[in-house]
């Protein structure tokens, strides 16, 4: 060939070359273009490109609006949002547990704020929006408490809401919280191989006391229509019941615990009615999308209804619910933080209190004692430490705070024996007349002490065996100030999806929870603190405020889509089963075709 034949091929073979890079160059762009048109990735861009990615996680982790990543949450914003989007709106919240219980102790009346997940992330929202608190009054000095319409104006010394009593009797609380609810539903939603227990007294015990609380919401009601936040699996049928008494209310309902898979769910004899009474709901939460899904797997399956997938809706009876995930979390700052001593005094007092040496580790678990709480499983995972790993006998101590819970039932009987048996065997076979490896303490304990034991602990064991979310786990990482101690945390608490940093833990598995708890014993502060550090952001900027807004601006953006449709539809009231979102859809699927 000659050397011109020979140019001319190379000629051709570079411009062949450099149309085929100009080709993928211009298809990874389109593509990236469709993929993720709000973000534009180039040079010199990282800060911006992280915080937009970081934006577009939490869209994608909570279903919510891109900005509520961006906003500070706080009362404030709270109540900015009731003030704006929701004015003269009541709020009122509906659950079983009270936030304030009245004892007789003594000649005297004492006060008890029980150490509850739901009602440390609930206390602190009903302050912001000064609203009123529905519950059961079991308190043995309740009835001495309230006013003559059983009112009661909380909290005691700085009154900023109000909470408004139920009575039950022994027979109604017997068959709908012990039996119902906690024989039949609690382990019916959690994997922890307990057989539900379903009595038909029981079921019309349930079905009472939930037509009494709605008859309760719609005395306390002071229009037609409040904002009512109905709390978890004791209240499956008060939506329903709500609706057809107060139709232009946004009923808002959180279910506190997983929901089965479908499958599992078919075992409830009455399925079909607790679905369409939670079907009653404006919207329905849960912590985790996983657990949304089963829900509407499960109203799928069993109900004669029309699921909106793109929109997260579900259409029955004219009406339709929206089902999101809202991963609940806990009050930041904590109030009470700033009433208790730094780290190094509660670590001084537990160590004093129960008589521990300077330089024992010590690793804590606090909860009901519940079987869904992998009590037994710890032990087993300590059992197994000291096997492996015999150099720590003597330097190692587990403080479980276990208080007592549904203690008639007989599966907490057995559970309570088993774990008593198991803490006596440990120390017996490891421990000494100075040494007891396993303290076991079967008693309540006020937030405020619950939050020393927090700062006083090397490592926080939250091994659930099935959990809707643990508060336990973010209550460990907001006392943590100091920034040390180190997370246990089961997978199979919703709390594992949000706390990447914690050692993520598999509590049927003793030999890895051993493992971890060796790795956690040896982490060095430096690690201690580089995990630490994101968790505390993390409960930070997605606190219990942020949880409530979300529900709330959903709320909102329910009652304003009701009220347009009035505007431009008939003008007429819809009917009372009718719900104020479907229009809304069929316009936009019109709008679409």
């Known amino acids: 060939m000659t050397d011109y034949g020979t140019e001319v091929l190379w000629v051709l073979i570079l411009a062949s070359l450099g149309l085929s890079a100009i080709a993928v160059v211009f298809s990874l762009s389109r593509r990236r273009h469709n993929q993720t048109p709000a973000i534009a990735y180039t040079p010199g861009e990282d800060v911006a490109s992280e915080a937009a990615r970081k934006v577009l996680r939490e869209f994608e982790k909570n279903g919510q609006s891109v900005d509520a990543a961006l906003v500070t949450w706080s009362p404030d914003t709270l109540r900015k949002i009731l003030a704006d989007d929701l004015p003269d709106a009541q709020v009122i919240v509906v659950s079983n547990r009270e936030p304030y219980i009245h004892n007789v102790k003594g000649n005297g009346v004492e006060l008890l704020v029980p150490a509850s997940g739901l009602v440390s992330a609930l206390e602190p929202i009903t302050r912001a929006c000064s609203g009123t608190w529905i519950a059961y009054g079991g308190g043995t000095a309740d009835r001495l408490m309230v006013d003559e319409n059983d009112r009661v104006q909380v909290p005691p010394g ?126 329905i939460g849960f912590h985790t999308q996983f657990h949304a899904n089963n829900f509407t797997e499960s109203v799928d399956r069993f109900l004669e209804s029309r699921i909106e997938r793109a929109d997260a809706a ?39 209190r129960f008589g521990l040496k300077a330089d024992v580790k010590l690793c804590v678990g606090v909860e009901r004692l519940d079987y869904t709480k992998g009590i037994l499983d710890r032990f087993q995972a300590l059992e197994e430490l000291f096997t492996k790993h015999p150099e720590w006998v003597g330097k190692l101590v587990f403080l479980q705070i276990a208080a007592p819970s549904r203690g008639t039932l007989p599966a907490y009987k057995q559970l309570h024996d088993e774990c008593h048996r198991y803490a006596e065997d440990l120390n017996q076979r490891f421990g000494s007349e100075s040494y007891k ?92 603190r580089e995990r630490m550090r994101p968790m505390r952001e993390m409960v930070r900027n997605n606190n219990v405020y942020r949880w409530a807004g979300s529900m709330l601006l959903d709320a909102a953006r329910l009652r304003k889509r009701g009220d347009l449709d009035r505007v431009t539809g008939t003008g007429e009231r819809p009917p009372s089963n009718a719900n104020n979102v479907i229009s809304m859809f069929e316009r936009m699927r019109k709008a679409a075709s």
């Open 314 to 352: 579900i259409s029955y009876g004219g009406q339709t619910t929206l089902v999101h995930a809202y991963p609940i979390s806990i009050e930041w700052p904590a109030e009470l933080l700033a009433k208790l001593p730094d780290v190094d005094e509660c670590r001084a007092r537990l160590r004093e």
């Open 437 to 528: 490896p396993v303290i076991m303490v079967a008693e309540h304990h006020s937030q405020e002490q619950v939050y020393e034991i927090y700062r006083a602990a090397d490592i926080g064991m939250v091994t659930s065996l099935h959990d809707g979310m643990n508060l336990v786990a973010k209550e460990f990482v907001a006392a943590r100030d100091d920034e040390q101690g180190v997370l246990l945390l089961s997978t199979f608490a919703g709390a594992s999806r949000e706390l990447l940093e914690a050692l993520i833990v598999n509590p049927y598995d003793a030999a890895m929870m051993s493992e971890a708890l060796q790795q956690a014993l040896t982490m060095t502060p430096e690690e201690q």
């Open 158 to 283: 700085n009154p900023s809401y109000t909470l408004r009593r139920v009575w039950l009797t022994e027979e109604e609380h017997q068959g709908y919280y012990l039996g119902f609810a906690n024989e039949g539903l609690w382990p019916l939603c959690h994997i922890a191989f307990t057989r539900p227990v379903f009595r038909a007294s029981d079921w019309e015990a349930y079905e009472a006391v939930n037509r009494k609380f709605a008859d309760t919401v719609v005395a306390e009601a002071r229009n037609e229509r409040p904002i009512v936040l109905v709390q978890d699996y004791h209240f499956a049928l008060l939506p329903r019941m709500i609706r057809e008494r107060l139709p232009e209310a946004i009923v808002i309902t959180f279910w506190h615990i997983p929901w089965p898979n479908s499958e599992v769910y078919s075992i409830c004899p009455w399925r079909e009615r607790i679905l369409e009474g939670l079907l009653g709901s404006s919207i």
